[in-house]
């Protein structure tokens, strides 16, 4: 037998034993989890039985609330024990089909004895407690499987850095308890285990790549010194997968002091949340919290406005060309999302602090309580050394004081004597009890002017209950009026030109569509963040200083306006960046240029950028064909993973590409890919696509509201898609009409680096020139006559 066999079937052993080992422990534990949902049912059965209840002098009451607080906690003890049982057998579980992926042999400087550590996603201790059966992949020593080859190496660790040498470097690929690869490498993850699950086709959600961390992935997931990360990579080079490992790296080194709600992933769309949501849970990990920006943006604002999306701003700009205000729009979005127009908020500001607050009157049954010019000139009465947010802490509290003046003059009103008679048994018990409480008197001690003293009582409740709606609208500063002090830097040309600020060309024209949408009740989004920045600069921002990591998914996404306010909200949260200036396609987002706006807010020893140029998404061929589509395409370095090159082909008319694109379709599916994707532009295009193909194949309509990403064919809008991966991608109209614009580049070129395996264009008239600029000899052009 050869030497190889022999290593083959003594791997294997190891892996019979440790998952017979895992077994073994399973069953313990699920026996061990039932008898702890016994406890806590009959726990739960018994809670009162097993509790002391006496009232009758404040020992026992004292007695008796510490009996419950026992029980209490009785119970909560067991269930957190049933719940940690139920994660440790989740883990276990996935530990018995795939216990670990690698291993390295390693012989400490010093040391007489070589130690084997087989690296998984969990670690497993023997049963003495004593020795590491697996090492989670997190682990200090783990990192030598990520950055070295055999040699020379070293890991550091909490008491400093453990020198010494890699004898072996093994990766494995077990399924089910059975090795199905093993491979010795000199480097870092052999190509032949990355070939292997590259090769694999698209799942409906993201996977774990714990196995095949390359180097620089795993300088990023271990970084815990920067401030600010900035991971700018190529289409398909693993940034959000090395993003999610970094998640699960965090909650692993920082157990103690950190958990998942205390990080959040800012993602792009709804359906890109349900994709990402396996990750963690996978590495025994709980997810943590997702929003989307306009999920932030409405959670505070669409109490007030219908607030645009951005996916509508991007359908606006890419189907709305012949509008009349089409390019005013344009500049607005430019402007309004830049640094020169937080710096205009900023100054307005400064401007407001001396005149210019706007206010709305307190009223109450359509009788004024206090005059808006009132507020305004008490506002401007204060030292106007006071900051704006605590001069109006100090109105607030005046307006709350007069309310309570004018509750007096009220309970003989005539509308109090009506509400009175409304009154139910109820409400005058209450005033009898309230009365003998209040005296501290008993029902012998009742004297003939009580009733007198219970209609007091119950004009005063009936007051304070009518009141209690405006005294919360005043704690919720709405006697400012922020809508009319926003739309105001608009109006009034001369606030505008006092600022010194620097004004766009079409900024009369960008004032009067701002001002016509706000009467409207409308918010364009790029009015939204400085909206809210206002806001918090009048009344006080109101951080989150419990959140400490935020992550941001295509970042390139994000105006420079944005990134500030996110980390003016979040001050005490790290930030991890990960964006792709190629696939920069919103106008908001300046092409990218928030990316070096938000670097500004860091000291550059906080900050730390990462540049990943190799492409593992698609094959050689997709990458070649790609990279030429976009300028400065050569920094892109193709994965050797061979497959059939792109194929480009013309239609004489739409039946055509739709015929062609079905038949297509239909023979994707023969061959057994599961995961196909027709991208149109836009979403009204993608609408039309479905309705024309559905009769023909079986396929599914993604919109922007779309909540979860499945398996199976599908038609969607190509901004929708970023993020995503398809086996294969049938761009649905690749022509001029379609892809000829500068601004339309990146958009194109996102929609053909979704495709892992195959890409097929279609197109009508004149192929894109975008096409024209790549080689002839990276993809294959046909034509269907």
């Known amino acids: 037998m050869s030497t190889e066999n022999q290593e083959w079937l003594n791997e294997q052993a190891r892996v019979n034993h440790i998952v017979a080992e895992i077994h073994d422990r399973i069953e313990v534990l699920g026996h061990q989890v039932s008898d702890v949902r016994t406890d806590i049912v009959d726990i739960r059965k018994t809670f009162w039985d097993d509790v002391t209840v006496n009232f009758e002098d404040g020992d026992e009451a004292a007695e008796t609330a510490a009996s419950i607080k026992q029980q209490a906690e009785l119970m909560s003890e067991r269930e957190r024990s049933h719940r940690q049982a139920q994660k440790q057998m989740k883990t276990l579980a996935r530990l018995e089909q795939s216990p670990y992926f690698g291993r390295i042999d390693f012989k400490e400087t010093g040391e007489p004895d070589t130690e084997k550590v087989y690296l998984g996603i969990a670690s497993l201790l023997d049963k003495s407690g004593m020795e590491f059966l697996i090492y989670d992949w997190r682990a200090p020593v783990s990192s030598l499987y990520y950055d070295y080859p055999p040699g020379p190496a070293k890991y550091e660790t909490p008491s400093g850095a453990i020198e010494g040498e890699m004898q072996l470097k093994r990766q494995f690929i077990v399924r089910n308890g059975r090795i199905s690869s093993m491979f010795d490498t000199g480097v870092t993850i052999g190509d032949e285990l990355l070939k292997e699950v590259l090769g694999k086709q698209a799942d409906s959600q993201m996977k774990s790549i714990v196995a095949t961390i390359q180097r620089e992935q795993n300088r990023i997931i271990r970084n815990e ?3 600010l990360l900035v991971v700018q990579g190529a289409a398909g080079s693993g940034k959000t997968s090395a993003a999610l490992q970094r998640v699960a790296y965090l909650l692993y080194r920082h157990r103690q002091t950190l958990s998942a709600e205390q990080i959040v992933l800012f993602s792009p769309n709804p359906m890109f949340n349900h994709y990402v949501s396996t990750v963690l849970p ?7 919290q997702q929003v989307t920006y306009q999920e932030f943006l409405d959670h505070r604002l669409s109490s007030f406005f219908t607030v645009e999306d951005p996916i509508d701003l991007l359908e606006y700009e890419h189907s709305a060309r012949d509008d ?11 402007y309004k999302s830049s640094v020169d127009f937080m710096e205009m908020i900023e100054r307005y500001v400064a401007y ?5 607050m706007l206010f709305k009157s307190v009223y109450f049954h359509d009788e004024v309580i206090v005059s808006a010019e009132r507020l305004r000139d008490l506002f401007y009465s204060y030292n106007q050394e006071i900051s704006i947010p605590n001069r109006v802490d100090m109105l607030k509290d005046w307006i709350l004081k007069q309310l309570k003046a004018y509750s007096r003059t009220q309970t ?26 209040r005296r501290g008197s008993t029902p012998e001690e009742d004297t003939f002017d009580d009733f007198d003293r219970e209609q007091e009582l119950l004009a005063i409740k009936i007051v304070q209950d009518a009141l209690k709606p405006l005294r919360n609208s005043v704690k919720k500063l709405m006697f400012i009026d922020l809508q009319s002090i926003y739309m105001q830097l608009f109006e009034n040309t001369h606030i505008a030109a006092s600022l010194q600020v620097k004004l766009p060309q079409e900024w009369a024209e960008i004032a009067r569509m701002s001002v016509e949408r706000l009467h409207a009740g409308s918010l364009l989004y790029e009015d939204a963040t400085p909206y809210l920045d206002l806001q918090g600069r009048i009344e006080g921002v109101h951080v989150n200083t419990s959140i400490r990591h935020v992550f941001i998914d295509e970042g390139q996404d994000y105006s420079p306006y944005q990134y500030f306010f996110v980390k003016r909200m979040l001050p005490r949260s790290r930030m991890t960046v990960l964006g792709d200036l190629n696939q920069a396609i919103f106008t908001h987002a300046g092409s990218g240029s928030g990316l070096q706006a938000i670097k500004e807010h860091y000291d550059e020893a906080e900050t730390e950028t990462f540049v990943l140029t190799q492409s593992y998404r698609s094959t050689r ?3 070649e064909f790609t990279r030429q589509l976009i300028k400065g395409g050569e920094v892109i370095e193709p994965f050797n993973r061979n497959g059939v090159m792109p194929t480009l082909m013309k239609v004489p008319d739409e039946t055509a590409l739709i015929n062609n694109i079905a038949q ?11 995961s196909i994707a027709v991208i149109c532009k836009t979403a009204a295009e993608s609408e039309r696509a479905h309705a024309a193909l559905k009769d023909l194949v079986l396929l599914r309509l993604i919109g922007k509201d779309t909540a979860s990403f499945e398996r199976g064919t599908l038609v969607i809008p190509s901004y929708l898609a970023k993020g995503v991966e398809f086996d294969a991608v049938l761009v649905y109209n690749a022509s001029m009409d379609h892809y000829a614009q500068e601004g339309e580049r990146k958009l194109f070129y996102t929609a053909c680096t979704r495709a892992m395996h195959e890409l097929y264009m279609y197109y009508t008239g004149e192929r894109s020139p975008f ?7 990276s993809y294959v052009h046909v034509e269907d006559n």
Do not use: T
């Open 352 to 356: 407001l602090g001396r005149e210019g």
């Open 412 to 437: 003989s009103k005539s509308w109090v004597e009506e509400q009175m008679e409304l009154l139910e048994k109820e409400d005058y018990l209450w005033a009898h009890q309230e009365l003998r409480r």
């Open 621 to 623: 061929q997709i990458v």
């Open 664 to 674: 297509r379709i239909l023979s994707l599916q023969a061959e057994g890919y599961e």
């Open 282 to 288: 996978e590495l025994g990990e709980e997810n943590m």
């Open 771 to 777: 096409i024209a600029e790549a080689s002839r000899d």
């Open 225 to 227: 010194h920067s401030k």
């Open 324 to 334: 009349a205000d089409y390019s005013v729009r344009m500049a607005a979005v430019h």
